[in-house]
């Protein structure tokens, strides 16, 4: 069985949530959660919208031919806690090879390139951004 992306909502999310299932969903400014690096567990690929491990936040460390509307297009922050590299992709069922990440990296801005571009991931070193 494949396992699922996982999407956790901090504290303050949670309790958006209880006023509201949409507003805690869009991740509006002033009414977002703050997320932090510490959030993301061992052996995860970890993904966060905002810069600065901020923002609306996933992980998984298994393969995501689309990581879901909460979450395309949305990657700005990462976290490879994983012992294997992740490819990032472009469009669903990993097409456009975005680039590579080796296992440990964690970058808290992604370059303008690559930003909000995200929409698979995959364990493998099986594409390297050349351009």
Known sequence: MRK???????????AALTLGAAFAMTGLGGGAAVAADTDCPA????????????????????????????????????????????????????????????????VSDMPSWANDATTSFRPGRFCRWTG
Request: hydrophobic share 35%; proline share 5%.
């Open 4 to 14: 699922k992306m996982t999407v956790r909502l901090r504290p303050l999310a949670a």
């Open 43 to 106: 052996q995860e690929f970890c993904l966060w919208a905002d810069p600065g491990f901020t923002g609306r936040f996933a992980y998984s460390s298994e393969p995501q031919a689309n990581v879901g509307d909460y979450m395309n297009d949305r990657m700005t922050s990462y976290w490879n806690r994983t012992d294997n590299w992740i490819s990032l992709y472009m469009d669903d069922n990993f097409e456009v090879c975005l680039y590579s990440v080796a296992p440990g990296d964690k």
